[in-house]
């Protein structure tokens, strides 16, 4: 592992476990009304998953795309600079975070609006630990194999 692009999907992956956990545990206690995995099944199926194999594989493939997230900001900081990395990582999740949901409002995606403030702050927590693992992740192994 000794190249941006892996470095880069290892730490997105990292960043999306975390994420996820979060809020997984947001909506089963009740908090949020939205999982991410529903997102991403409402992406793939355009309904929210039916059973526990779509769901899996609604979550999987959320993994993987913040996964290819990561790699778009392993590069991206080549051309930023990793001055204030952990600062940059934040707001990358954050504007991510801002994208998606506007993108989903734009084109009325349905089953994904109205969001209510309680699922809102669940994703932008997500997304803010995201971003700041990601940063960290990314770092990390850049240091340990000097990216």
């Not at 900081?77 to 940059?88: A, D, E, F, P």
Request: proline fraction near 1%; include cysteine.
């Amino acid at each position: 592992m000794n190249d941006r692009l892996t470095i880069g999907f290892f730490a997105g992956l990292t960043g999306g476990v975390l994420m996820n956990l979060i809020n997984l545990a947001s909506y089963y206690l009740g908090i949020a009304e939205l999982r991410y995995l529903d997102w991403a099944a409402i992406v793939i199926y355009g309904t929210r998953p039916v059973n526990l194999a779509e769901a899996v594989f609604a979550l999987v493939s959320q993994i993987v795309f913040v996964g290819m997230l990561g790699v778009v900001f392993a590069y991206l900081i080549t051309v930023i600079t990793s001055t204030n990395i952990l600062l940059r990582g934040w707001l990358f999740g954050i504007v991510i975070w801002f994208s998606l949901y506007g993108i989903t409002l734009l084109f009325h995606v349905k089953e994904t609006i109205p969001v209510c403030l309680d699922t809102a702050l669940t994703d932008f927590v997500g997304a803010s630990v995201y971003g700041l693992i990601l940063a960290l992740t990314l770092g990390w192994l850049g240091e340990r194999v000097r990216l």
